[in-house]
């Protein structure tokens, strides 16, 4: 699929869990990030069938519908499959944005494909989809000290890190965004940081 010639919608699903206790966890900054998109195209979600959110609209002129899985991050797989199917997606109009433990806090890497490196909402994901689908990585870096990933990811941002939250927010949407006009290899020269 090139990205010019296709015409119908992009799934754009942002990563998290459900649930006003994960809202600020470090694991919720996909949800963080579509949050924000469907604030720019003045969109509201709403229940679909498919055990997600939803908002729909137009962002950088492509039709998009916007998605937080509203089942738990190890079981996102699901409801992605379901509005792919219902909205007739290829899996190379999927982005998925999510945490990533491996990159520095606020860094972001895009990419097409590849593995799930222990991220239980990926390997959802690609459990359903396979690998040829899009990702915004949203770095997080490493937990401290010997503190377990699992508590790590489900944390609030540190004060700190909260100084930079917004900023780190609004950029992966504008890495989005980018990656929807301009295609993959122009928003990586971008935004790969």
């Not at 109009?93 to 909402?121: F, M, P, Q, S, T």
């Not at 870096?141 to 609030?156: I, S, T, W």
């Amino acid at each position: 699929m090139s990205d010019e010639a296709y015409e119908g919608p992009w799934l754009v699903v942002g990563l998290g869990n459900p649930g006003e206790g994960y809202a600020r966890n470090r694991h919720n900054i996909g949800f963080m990030v579509v949050d924000l998109l469907a604030e720019r195209i003045g969109a509201k979600f709403k229940a679909h069938k498919s055990r997600a959110q939803i908002a729909e609209g137009r962002l950088c002129g492509r039709r998009v519908v916007l998605a937080k899985p509203m089942t738990f991050m190890n079981l996102s797989g699901g409801p992605t499959t379901a509005l792919r199917d219902f909205y007739k997606v290829p899996t190379e109009a999927i982005v998925a944005i999510h945490d990533e433990l491996d990159i520095d806090y606020a860094a972001l890497r895009l990419k097409l494909g590849g593995g799930d490196n222990g991220h239980n909402g990926l390997k959802s994901i690609t459990k359903s989809l396979g690998p040829g689908y899009h990702r915004v990585r949203c770095g997080i870096g490493r937990p401290p000290g010997r503190m377990e990933v699992a508590d790590f990811v489900l944390k609030d941002f540190s004060s700190a890190e909260r100084k930079e939250l917004d900023w780190f927010v609004d950029r992966s949407a504008d890495a989005v965004e980018a990656l929807l006009s301009e295609g993959l290899e122009r928003a990586q020269g971008s935004y790969n940081s």
